[in-house]
């Protein structure tokens, strides 16, 4: 049974870091395509970022400000968010699938997702 599971997520003030855990279970997920989305409340759900053969591509409102990397060893993709705005706020997943995409029909797998919230 795959699995993905995140953890890290928390209550932070603006300004502040956080970084995001998925560890990946049922399968080996290295040569697959791990992004993270958010969804905010009353929002659609939004594409963050996504790493796939050593190349990672970002949403513009976090370019700069988070990094996204793996441990294909570990089966893990994190997600380092810095200089955390009250706009970041969402609930965070983590998602695989074949190819690297900005759409969320391109993934297979999602997890449960973890709760970021960023007070003024």
């Known amino acids: 049974q795959v699995r993905l599971v995140e953890s890290g997520g928390g209550l932070v003030q603006a300004g502040d870091s956080l970084r995001l855990s998925c560890v990946a279970s049922?399968?080996?997920?290295?040569?697959?395509?791990m992004a993270w989305f958010r969804q905010a409340p009353g929002k659609e759900r939004e594409f963050v970022a996504v790493?796939?053969?050593?190349?990672?591509y970002y949403a513009d409102s976090v370019q700069g400000r988070f990094t996204i990397s793996r441990d294909i060893a570990k089966n893990t993709v994190y997600l380092q968010m810095n200089s955390l705005k009250p706009e970041d706020t969402a609930v965070y997943y983590c998602?695989?699938?074949?190819?690297?995409?900005?759409?969320?029909?391109?993934?297979?797998?999602w997890g449960q997702g973890t709760q970021v919230t960023v007070s003024s």
């Open positions: 998602a695989a699938g074949p190819l690297g995409s900005s759409l969320n029909d391109r993934y297979q797998y």
């Open positions: 049922g399968r080996p997920f290295g040569a697959s395509a």
């Open positions: 790493i796939m053969s050593g190349h990672q």
